[in-house]
Structure formats: structure tokens, C-alpha cells
């Protein structure tokens, strides 16, 4: 009686268990994050449903947790993997809803009775008429089958997916990993079996077939639907536990992201969401020069985020300080996870002593004047970039005033990635007295780390310039011009801070190209390298640092220029002692002194 | 009768290194080993930028330490800025900027 009225059969329950679990947990977590997010941020999350950003973040999710654009972008064979599983899996579970909506309207409603319609259609004895569907079925079986062919293969052969690394997964991952790829050849197995009486198409139909040649009774039947139902019982199980978790929290993470949420100085809220987006994919493993330089593979963006997830975060600490802050992860992450704003957040939370008030630091005024000149601290360690600078102000006579001449208060960004933002804000207060009592329109600095932080953090009611881009304004105003060197080749080397991290590529790059021919880069502008000396690593040794200054040097010195051209001067330092080969100049010297870009005679290497 | 050179940067005293705390030195050998590189050039104190405004010398607060005379340090070590010029110059390689921290981190867990 309840078997026939709800075409209920034991089978299903590990499956409909496995159901109720993650929809009840994920509801949960839902809500929980939600709870998480401050006030304001709710108010916006709300708002956002009804305006439409939520257009907007459907059409996200659809290309992304779906169709997986971006990654498709970083490599089609991976693209393809994760889009195959996700869309054919997704079309699986669609049109098994549309054809029980079509053939067994009475059956709608229990929630197991789609996804094993082709057994019970065979208990009952009904015959289908859908032959389209037979087909669709098959079609996205053989869809999801391939991709998850791909995914086997990669686990022993990364390369071949263009990966160099893969993640190593600990067992949580394991067990989730194996149940997922045994659901659709399970699937392709049990459907195959009861494709003689329910129906199948060229793939369940062609198996069912050969299987009939060699097996003839049908009490194999049962246990493969048995084995389709555990499967997915098992994955259901394990999701939450495991790195697939990233499937439901990504589509939270872009309706977050919608709506405008930013990440806050706690780490809470959208940070969360984004730790348990991770897929763990690895594509951050080889974008990390930590990783393909310093050797340092468990320091890696996907290894940090699992360990906040699963384990302790006195490790996660020391993961956090090692990192360069370059955001080269970020711009390979498929899923967008601001990765360095959660280490930036988790140096904060290791608590300094009490401070005290850095009073002994003095507001020395300068000015008045147009414009405001900041070397930086760095420049000042390669000063020939602010001589440079000071003979530019003056060939153009631009009224200029050198703000920290005699040597200044530091930006302040430092202080803030070691996670002291208190102190940080001193350093900002200080500087920001002197600029504006100085009365100029614009500031220009010589250092991109500078240059961020007063772009981002100061709020200054003046126009930013990098030097750069100062220099490309004097010549589009014909103020200098200077010449184009005949057969001079040079790279160009994009600081983190400018390129990736502050989106300026074109002003240097159009500097340099009135002057000399500029070669490409293997890797450069989105991905251009990190040379290895910033300051937003705490603990990286100088050797490993080294390291990495080598490898970004290799890589620019490939296309044998007469010069590596930068725009920074802490990129300038480090990069002149990784290589005797090739002198190596900042944007102003170049333009200050275009002989520098001549070839220095090396005695050791002639 | 000691020879006067007429420069020191730290004045005469006498240290038993036998009763010396050592504590903050081990911390710092163990989170930041390459304090053990030091050589005590100063270059990280030439180049300081908080230098020019205070008297902060990392070379001498690096010989205290390692003599033990770490009382009075903190108001000392929170004069850096971090803004990691002394890294860039050290021909030892030694990471000052987390030496700097560390300090700051051995005093909260030594007080």
C-alpha cells in the first residue's frame, strides 16, 4: 500500500538521507553567514534582491558556477572538466524533473522519485514515449562521464590538464573526490541495466545491450541502484566536510560580492564565505613565486585557506607571514577570493602589545607649492631615482616642493600589511597634515607602495600621481621629449604595486616606448612578477627572496634586452642584485639620463 | 685603565653572562634565526628612517639583546616604522622587519 502509493522502495534512502542532510545544513550555514555579515552589510544584501544586481549575480552564477568562464580563460581542457560536470550534471537533474512533471505529474513532489525514475518506471511497468529525452539523458551522461574521465586522469597526470601542481587533498577530500566520480559511472551502469524495459538511448541502450549478451537475469538490478544511491548518499555526506563545499558557498560569495560587501578589518563575514569557496583547485599553486622559486609549496594560497577551514591558526599565522602580499593568486583565482585581504586581516588579529602614541615624530611643513614630490623610503635607497626626479621638476618648471628631502615619515603601508593599522593610521595622520598644508594639487611619488596606500587610504582631496604617469603628462604636453633610441631594446618589469595591484600599465609602458622598443615578457601586466623584496612578507629569509629575484630576472632577460626598465624603486634594488648582466633602471632615470640604458660592458661575462 | 676612542654605543658596564636573561635571544634564534647572522655592522642603523627623527638603533637594541639588557626595549622597538630599509641594505641578509616584530611579539609573551 505505502510502496505503491509512494512508489517508495529502500533504495532510495541513503540518497534521501543524504538529501535532507545538506539541504538542512547548507540552510543552516546559509543563515549563519548571513548572521555573521555587520549590520550595514545586511541592509545592502537585502537591498541588492530587489534591485538589479540580483539579474546580474544570476547571470554570474550561471557563468560561473556552470559554464566556468574564468577558468575556461585560464585553459580550455579544465574549463571544459569543471563545466562538464557541473552543466551536464545540472541538465541531468532539469530534465529528470521536467520528464516526471510530463509522464508522472502524480510523483512530483518526492524529491527521490526523478532521480530514480527510470527503476521505478520499470517496477510499474509504464512505457515512455520520450524518445528526446532518452537521447537528452544520454547526451548529458556522456557529458558529465567525459569530464569526470578528465578529472581521473589529471589526478595522475597534472600537466596534461596544464597544471604543473595539483593540491595534494587530505582524506575528507579523498572520500568526497572517489564518491563524486563513482555517482555517474554507477549511473551509467544501473541505467544501462533497466534500459531494455525502461528505455535508454544510444549510450545506456548500447551498455544495456552487451550487458544483456553476457548477463541475462535481472537480479543485478538492484544492487546497482543500490550502489547509484549510496554514492550520492556518501557525496551528500561528505560535502560539508570537504573541498565541495565551494559548489553551494560560491553562489552565496557572488550574491555577496553583488551587492557590494567588502572585506572589513575582522575577517568575518565575507572572508568566511570566501574560505569555504575555495575549490582547491591548485590553479594559485602555480601562480605562487613562493611555490615555483622559494620551494616553499605548503605556503601556497589553497594550503592557507585550508588550513583556516580545518586546522589550527597558529599555522595559518605563520602561512599568512610569509606571503608577499603580490596578489598574483588573486588574478589566477577562478573564483576571485581576495586571498591577501584574509592574510592582511589575520596578521591583524595577532594582538601587539599596547602601543604608544608615535608622538616623537615630527610634522615638518613644507611647501607652498603646485605639486608635492614623495620619494618614499625606498628611493631614498636608490637615490638616483629622486635626483632624477628633482632635474625632471625642474627641466619641466614645475613649481615643486621635495616633501620628504631630508628624509620622511614612512606612508604608512608597511605598518599596515605587518598587520598594525593603528599605528599605520599615526603614520597616514602625520603625512596627510603635511600634504595638504603644503596647498598643492597633485602628489607624486617614486614608489608604487606609496603610491597605493595614498591612492586608497590617505583619501586625500588632491590628484595621486605616480612618477610615471607624471612624466607621461609632461611629455603628451610636449614639455620633455625625449628621443628614440635607434635598436635599443629593453623589457619592461611591472611592480606589483602598479600594475596588478594598482591597474596602471599603459603610462610606463607608453614612456618607454617613445624611447626604445619595448619586448614582451612571458610574463607580464595581469601576471607580471613579483621580484622578491616586498614588505608585505614578514618571514620570507632573504635566501628565499633571492630565489625569487633569480627567477624574475630569467624570466625578463629572456628575450636578451639591453635593459630591464621598472617603475619602482624596491623592484630597482632587488632586481640589480639578482643579475650582473643587464643594467637595470627606473622609469625616471631613463628619461632623466637615456644613456643608462646602454648595455654596461661586463668584465666577467666577456 | 680603559683606552678612550671617544666614541661607544653603549656605555662601560660589566655583564655576568653567566645569570644574563638569554630568553628574549632564544625567542629570536628560534622565530627569526637569521638574528644569528648579525654581525653588528650598523648599516641597518645608517640607513633608518625613523633614524633621522629618533634615536632608534637597531644595532645596539641587536647587542643588548643578545646581552640580555632588555628592560626598557619596548619604547625602544616601537619606534620603527617597518618600512624595511635596513633589510634591503643588511649585507647579512638578516630579516630585520620580522626581528623587529619578534622582539615586539617576545616582549608580550616574556611579560
Redesign the interface.
Known amino acids: 500500500m505505502f510502496r505503491e502509493r509512494f512508489s517508495y522502495d529502500p533504495l532510495v534512502l541513503p540518497f534521501l538521507l543524504g538529501l535532507i542532510f545538506i539541504v538542512t545544513y547548507l540552510a543552516l550555514g546559509a543563515i549563519r553567514m548571513i548572521k555573521n555579515l555587520p549590520a550595514e552589510d545586511k541592509i545592502r544584501l537585502g537591498k541588492s534582491f530587489f534591485s538589479k544586481q540580483i539579474l546580474l549575480s544570476i547571470r554570474e552564477i550561471f557563468n560561473e558556477c556552470l559554464l566556468h568562464l574564468r577558468i575556461f580563460k585560464k585553459n580550455p581542457v579544465l574549463g571544459y572538466m569543471h563545466m562538464s560536470i557541473a552543466l551536464g550534471w545540472f541538465m541531468m537533474i532539469v530534465l529528470a524533473h521536467v520528464e516526471v512533471k510530463l509522464y508522472a505529474p502524480s510523483r512530483f513532489n518526492l524529491p527521490y522519485y526523478p532521480i530514480f525514475f527510470r527503476y521505478f518506471v520499470r517496477e510499474t511497468q509504464e512505457t515512455l514515449d520520450g524518445a528526446v529525452f532518452f537521447f537528452l539523458m544520454d547526451f548529458f551522461l556522456l557529458m558529465v562521464l567525459s569530464g569526470v574521465g578528465i578529472a581521473m586522469y589529471k589526478r595522475f597526470n597534472s600537466k596534461a590538464t596544464g597544471l604543473r601542481r595539483t593540491t595534494r587533498l587530505k582524506w575528507n577530500d579523498r572520500i568526497a573526490l572517489y564518491a563524486l566520480w563513482s555517482i555517474f559511472p554507477l549511473r551509467l551502469l544501473a541505467e544501462s541495466f533497466t534500459s531494455g524495459i525502461s528505455g535508454g538511448s544510444f549510450l545506456t541502450r548500447g551498455f544495456g545491450m552487451v550487458f544483456e549478451t553476457f548477463v541475462s537475469n535481472d537480479l543485478h538490478v538492484r544492487p546497482t541502484w543500490w550502489a547509484y544511491s549510496l554514492a550520492l548518499g556518501t557525496f551528500f555526506f561528505t560535502l560539508p566536510f570537504s573541498r565541495f563545499m565551494h559548489i553551494p558557498t560560491e553562489m552565496l560569495l557572488i550574491l555577496f560580492r553583488n551587492a557590494g560587501i567588502k572585506h572589513r578589518t575582522t575577517g568575518t563575514g565575507i572572508a568566511q564565505t570566501e574560505i569555504y569557496s575555495c575549490s582547491r583547485c591548485g590553479i594559485c599553486i602555480d601562480a605562487c613565486q613562493m611555490v615555483s622559486a622559494a620551494r616553499l609549496e605548503n605556503k601556497a594560497t589553497v594550503y592557507f585557506i585550508r588550513e583556516l577551514r580545518e586546522g589550527g591558526r597558529h599555522n595559518a599565522w605563520d602561512m599568512a607571514?610569509a606571503c608577499l602580499m603580490c596578489r598574483r593568486c588573486v588574478e589566477a583565482c577562478p573564483v576571485k577570493i581576495e586571498s591577501t585581504l584574509i592574510r592582511s586581516a589575520l596578521r591583524q588579529d595577532?594582538?601587539?602589545?599596547r602601543?604608544?602614541p608615535?608622538s616623537?615624530?615630527?610634522v615638518n611643513h613644507t611647501g607652498p607649492a603646485r605639486v608635492i614630490y614623495f620619494a618614499g623610503?625606498?628611493s631614498?635607497?636608490t637615490p638616483g631615482i629622486e635626483q632624477s626626479m628633482v632635474r625632471i621638476f625642474e627641466k619641466t618648471g614645475t613649481d615643486f616642493t621635495f616633501m620628504d628631502r631630508?628624509?620622511?615619515?614612512?606612508c604608512g603601508r608597511?605598518?599596515m600589511l605587518?598587520g598594525?593599522t593603528r599605528a599605520a593610521r599615526e603614520?597616514i595622520d602625520r603625512n596627510k597634515k603635511i600634504i595638504l598644508h603644503s596647498g598643492a594639487d597633485t602628489l607624486v611619488t617614486s614608489c608604487p607602495i606609496c603610491y597605493r596606500v595614498f591612492a586608497e587610504e590617505y583619501q586625500l582631496p588632491l590628484k595621486v600621481q605616480h612618477h610615471s604617469q607624471f612624466i607621461l603628462q609632461m611629455m603628451e604636453q610636449g614639455k620633455i621629449s625625449p628621443e628614440f633610441r635607434e635598436g635599443t631594446r629593453v623589457v619592461y618589469h611591472d611592480p606589483c604595486e602598479l600594475g596588478r595591484n594598482s591597474g596602471i600599465y599603459e603610462e610606463p609602458r607608453k614612456v618607454i616606448a617613445a624611447m626604445a622598443r619595448i619586448e614582451p615578457v612571458a610574463e607580464e601586466r595581469e601576471m607580471g612578477l613579483c621580484c622578491g623584496?616586498h614588505?608585505g612578507s614578514?618571514?620570507?629569509?632573504?635566501?628565499q627572496r633571492?630565489r625569487i629575484a633569480v627567477q624574475a630576472c630569467n624570466i625578463l632577460l629572456a628575450p636578451s634586452p639591453d635593459a630591464i626598465v621598472t617603475a619602482c624603486p624596491?623592484c630597482k634594488?632587488?632586481l640589480m642584485d639578482a643579475t650582473a648582466e643587464v643594467p637595470v633602471v627606473d622609469i625616471a632615470q631613463m628619461v632623466d639620463n637615456p644613456e643608462l640604458l646602454r648595455k654596461h660592458p661586463n668584465p666577467v661575462l666577456q | 685603565m680603559a683606552v678612550q676612542f671617544g666614541y661607544s654605543i653603549n656605555k662601560s658596564n660589566t655583564i655576568d653572562m653567566d645569570t644574563a636573561p638569554r630568553a628574549m635571544e632564544s625567542y629570536l634564534l628560534l622565530h627569526?634565526p637569521?638574528f644569528a647572522r648579525c654581525i653588528g655592522c650598523g648599516c641597518c642603523t645608517a640607513?633608518c628612517?625613523s633614524g633621522?627623527?629618533?634615536q632608534l638603533n637597531l644595532r645596539q637594541i641587536q647587542l643588548r639583546i643578545r646581552r640580555g639588557e632588555t628592560q626598557g626595549l619596548?619604547?625602544e622597538i616601537?619606534?620603527c616604522?617597518?618600512?624595511?630599509?635596513c633589510q634591503?641594505?643588511?649585507p647579512r641578509?638578516?630579516?630585520t622587519?620580522?626581528v623587529v616584530?619578534s622582539i615586539?611579539?617576545a616582549?608580550?609573551l616574556l611579560?
Not at chain 1, 538 to 543: A, E, G
Not at chain 2, 81 to 85: I, S, T
Request: with cysteine; net charge positive; charged share 20%.
Open positions: 607571514s595577532w594582538k601587539m602589545l602601543r604608544e608615535l616623537f615624530l615630527p623610503c625606498m631614498h635607497l631630508e628624509g620622511g615619515i614612512c608597511p605598518m605587518a598594525e603614520l623584496g614588505v614578514i618571514s620570507l629569509t632573504h635566501h633571492r624596491l634594488k632587488t | 627569526e637569521s640607513t628612517s633621522v627623527f629618533t619596548l619604547p616601537q619606534k616604522m617597518l618600512c624595511g630599509k634591503m641594505v643588511c641578509g638578516v630579516s622587519r620580522n616584530l615586539q611579539r616582549l608580550q611579560s
